[in-house]
């Protein structure tokens, strides 16, 4: 068993002494969680973090990990070339210019440009709606349908005017 009396950064924030908790670990070395299978959802937990790597009895900690924070879910097999362009004005001259999958300019970090020696980029495009939760997707479409019809009932006023004066 490793020595717990030390001062480490954990042992002084979690002190184990004044509860009792080291002496209880020193008398059942083998209360360490063995045989425990503990599910764990969270969006920022990070698997090749140190302490997830091994059991106190060197087997595996992380069994399998399920990504729902929807990572992943953007098609980015296709691929691009960057290109250092000599048009673009003075204070983008550190910029590298590569086609989006739409065909719209996207500009990148010289210094990040430059580090990728294969020049090549993947890239993807995800509709805000599909990512936005429900409930703020019905809202936005809401108030842009509003926009919308006031725009044409003025559009249908004007047009109403101007018949009325053409006659």
């Given at each position: 068993m490793?020595?717990l ?7 002084s ?19 360490d ?16 973090a ?27 097999s ?9 048009d ?15 065909g719209?300019?996207l500009?990148?970090c ?10 090549t ?11 936005l ?28 005017q101007?018949?009325?004066?053409w006659?």
């Amino acid at each position: 068993m490793k020595d717990l009396s030390g001062e480490s950064f954990l042992s002084s924030t979690v002190p184990k002494g004044p509860i009792q908790a080291l002496k209880f670990l020193q008398d059942n070395p083998d209360y360490d969680g063995r045989g425990v299978k503990v599910a764990i959802l969270d969006t920022g937990v990070d698997p090749g973090a140190a302490g997830l790597q091994k059991t106190t009895t060197g087997g595996v900690k992380v069994i399998d990990i399920r990504d729902s924070t929807g990572a992943g879910d953007v098609d980015t097999s296709k691929t691009v070339n960057a290109e250092l362009r000599t048009d673009l004005p003075d204070d983008e001259k550190s910029y590298a210019v590569l086609k989006g999958i739409r065909g719209n300019d996207l500009k990148i970090c010289r210094s990040i440009f430059e580090s990728n020696t294969a020049n090549t980029w993947h890239v993807g495009q995800k509709s805000l709606y599909d990512i936005l939760p429900r409930r703020l997707v019905h809202r936005l479409q809401a108030q842009s349908l509003k926009k919308i019809k006031k725009k044409h009932n003025m559009a249908i006023e004007k047009a109403q005017q101007e018949l009325k004066e053409w006659k």
